[in-house]
């Protein structure tokens, strides 16, 4: 990690005045990782609130009404965990010190096989993963003590500052708080999450409007939060993520003894919005023996809910010229998809690294920022947001079916993907390729085009259990719903 001041900079050390508009994860990060480059970063978050002393008091206390998805469940990947761990080791040490839920799928399913050993290099799938709160807590209390950051809460943003630049392309210079304080910025970094009215900013100050590839995952969350009565976490029998034909069951641990258990189901089926209400979200959770043990513990907050759950990604490069220069978004404010695969901070976290790059290499050129930011983002976040959103899409299908009555048949390419899973629990290195995908690390498409990999899968498909899991038909679900 470059400390402040180090001369090593590709833009030769000279200091910037960045603000940052949002104070959630990646906003916090980005303040971080550029603060270390040697600028002075101020972010501005609308929630007044500071953090709790601890990270209980901020799963129970903390109001952040910017935050989605604030109480519902979450997941690290290894990705976002080496992240941490290596650029941002305050926030990393401080999910360690309070309980952090230590993992590594990889380790665990070989674990499961005879005669296969670990490697060292099985190392790269280790996890730390704990509730949003307690993740968001940890970042904010680094920032706040960080050199160079300044955080100012309670300061909504009204909107952008900007000139002209000489092509007449907008250049940001500031932001305009709903204060009247204007706030003059080399750079702005939007970082306001899934919520973003960066669009509306844009049209304020005469930009072309970004290209905007938006549509609603389908999906509708319930979700509820467990801690353990003994101490003992409960034990992985399952996947992590149980596809029940016209619902799914996710359930992930988290720090200090508690996890959370959620239902979900597409949005429009009528019949399983009853999934709020805990006496039936109780008996479908138990009609599945694969993770019927996972309500073995004390419920510590209420069944909550969330629909509307946009898959989008937004693109400020348009027939090759940037729509606007000064402004970088990162995250949510720019990609964001369904949280039921654990992507969204992993994948804000690799954003927000791309973009220090390129700030290291191009600060005094917007025009060649915005450029390099746009391709970079396009060839390293832009292919997980398509890979979540061709899941997505794939998984409120199937749903869609089996409402209806009938039993999905995969395509070809589906076919192959679903002999992958299936297969992790035979061939190690197909255990490892699975984990690579899992653990954000490797997209899918980059491993299979590996030389002999979908040959070495297929290979093994009379192996694989394509049974689902024990569980409830449609009908059984909707006596149990009704």
Same mark, same amino acid.
């Given at each position: 990690?470059?400390?402040?001041?180090?001369?090593?900079?590709?833009?030769?050390?000279?200091?910037?005045?960045?603000?940052?508009?949002?104070?959630?994860?990646?906003?916090?990060?980005?303040?971080?990782?550029?603060?270390?480059?040697?600028?002075?970063?101020?972010?501005?978050?609308?929630?007044?609130?500071?953090?709790?002393?601890?990270?209980?008091?901020?799963?129970?206390?903390?109001?952040?009404?910017?935050?989605?998805?604030?109480?519902?469940?979450?997941?690290?990947?290894?990705?976002?965990?080496?992240?941490?761990?290596?650029?941002?080791?305050?926030?990393?040490?401080?999910?360690?010190?309070?309980?952090?839920?230590?993992?590594?799928?990889?380790?665990?399913?070989?674990?499961?096989?005879?005669?296969?050993?670990?490697?060292?290099?099985?190392?790269?799938?280790?996890?730390?993963?704990?509730?949003?709160?307690?993740?968001?807590?940890?970042?904010?209390?680094?920032?706040?003590?960080?050199?160079?950051?300044?955080?100012?809460?309670?300061?909504?943003?009204?909107?952008?500052?900007?000139?002209?630049?000489?092509? $007449?392309?907008?250049?940001?210079?500031?932001?305009?708080?709903?204060?009247?304080?204007?706030?003059?910025?080399?750079?702005?970094?939007?970082?306001?999450?899934?919520?973003?009215?960066?669009?509306?900013?844009?049209?304020?100050?005469?930009?072309?409007?970004?290209?905007?590839?938006?549509?609603?995952?389908?999906?509708?969350?319930?979700?509820?939060?467990?801690?353990?009565?003994?101490?003992?976490?409960?034990?992985?029998?399952?996947?992590?993520?149980?596809?029940?034909?016209?619902?799914?069951?996710?359930?992930?641990?988290?720090?200090?003894?508690?996890?959370?258990?959620?239902?979900?189901?597409?949005?429009?089926?009528?019949?399983?919005?009853?999934?709020?209400?805990?006496?039936?979200?109780?008996?479908?959770?138990?009609?599945?023996?694969?993770?019927?043990?996972?309500?073995?513990?004390?419920?510590?907050?209420?069944?909550?809910?969330?629909?509307?759950?946009?898959?989008?990604?937004?693109?400020?490069?348009?027939?090759?010229?940037?729509?606007?220069?000064?402004?970088?978004?990162?995250?949510?404010?720019?990609?964001?998809?369904?949280?039921?695969?654990?992507?969204?901070?992993?994948?804000?976290?690799?954003?927000?690294?791309?973009?220090?790059?390129?700030?290291?290499?191009?600060?005094?050129?917007?025009?060649?920022?915005?450029?390099?930011?746009?391709?970079?983002?396009?060839?390293?976040?832009?292919?997980?947001?398509?890979?979540?959103?061709?899941?997505?899409?794939?998984?409120?299908?199937?749903?869609?079916?089996?409402?209806?009555?009938?039993?999905?048949?995969?395509?070809?390419?589906?076919?192959?993907?679903?002999?992958?899973?299936?297969?992790?629990?035979?061939?190690?290195?197909?255990?490892?390729?699975?984990?690579?995908?899992?653990?954000?690390?490797?997209?899918?498409?980059?491993?299979?085009?590996?030389? $002999?990999?979908?040959?070495?899968?297929?290979?093994?498909?009379?192996?694989?259990?394509?049974?689902?899991?024990?569980?409830?038909?449609?009908?059984?679900?909707?006596?149990?719903?009704?």
């Amino acid at each position: 990690m470059l400390s402040r001041g180090d001369n090593r900079l590709g833009y030769g050390g000279r200091m910037a005045t960045i603000a940052v508009a949002g104070g959630g994860m990646c906003g916090m990060a980005a303040a971080m990782m550029l603060a270390d480059d040697g600028h002075e970063v101020t972010v501005f978050e609308r929630d007044p609130q500071s953090p709790p002393t601890d990270p209980n008091g901020a799963f129970h206390d903390w109001q952040r009404r910017s935050v989605a998805q604030f109480g519902l469940a979450h997941w690290l990947h290894a990705r976002g965990t080496s992240i941490l761990r290596e650029q941002l080791p305050a926030v990393y040490d401080g999910l360690v010190e309070h309980g952090g839920y230590r993992f590594n799928l990889v380790k665990y399913l070989l674990s499961l096989m005879p005669d296969v050993e670990v490697t060292p290099d099985d190392d790269r799938f280790d996890l730390v993963t704990a509730r949003r709160s307690t993740i968001e807590w940890s970042t904010a209390q680094a920032a706040d003590a960080h050199p160079g950051v300044t955080v100012r809460r309670g300061e909504p943003i009204a909107g952008l500052l900007a000139t002209n630049g000489s092509d $007449g392309t907008p250049h940001v210079t500031g932001l305009r708080l709903t204060s009247g304080e204007v706030f003059d910025a080399d750079l702005v970094v939007d970082a306001t999450g899934r919520r973003s009215p960066t669009s509306d900013w844009l049209a304020e100050i005469g930009t072309v409007a970004p290209l905007d590839h938006a549509e609603d995952s389908g999906f509708a969350y319930y979700g509820r939060y467990f801690r353990s009565v003994d101490g003992s976490m409960p034990a992985i029998i399952g996947p992590l993520l149980g596809p029940y034909g016209s619902f799914s069951i996710l359930t992930l641990p988290a720090d200090d003894n508690t996890w959370a258990v959620t239902l979900y189901g597409l949005a429009d089926d009528k019949a399983l919005r009853r999934f709020r209400d805990q006496e039936v979200y109780d008996r479908v959770v138990t009609a599945c023996p694969l993770h019927a043990h996972w309500l073995d513990g004390e419920p510590i907050t209420e069944i909550k809910s969330m629909a509307g759950v946009v898959d989008r990604h937004r693109e400020f490069v348009v027939d090759g010229a940037p729509i606007v220069t000064g402004m970088l978004s990162v995250g949510d404010a720019s990609s964001c998809t369904n949280p039921s695969l654990g992507r969204g901070i992993s994948l804000g976290l690799m954003h927000v690294e791309v973009m220090r790059d390129c700030i290291r290499d191009h600060l005094d050129d917007p025009h060649a920022l915005a450029l390099a930011f746009h391709d970079r983002s396009d060839a390293e976040i832009t292919p997980w947001h398509d890979a979540t959103v061709t899941t997505d899409r794939r998984r409120v299908s199937d749903m869609r079916i089996f409402r209806d009555g009938g039993t999905p048949v995969p395509s070809p390419e589906e076919t192959i993907a679903d002999t992958l899973q299936g297969a992790v629990l035979i061939d190690p290195e197909i255990t490892r390729a699975f984990g690579e995908v899992f653990s954000c690390l490797t997209t899918a498409d980059e491993v299979m085009a590996r030389p $002999g990999l979908i040959e070495r899968v297929m290979g093994l498909a009379d192996q694989v259990d394509f049974r689902p899991a024990p569980g409830p038909d449609r009908a059984q679900l909707l006596e149990l719903v009704e």
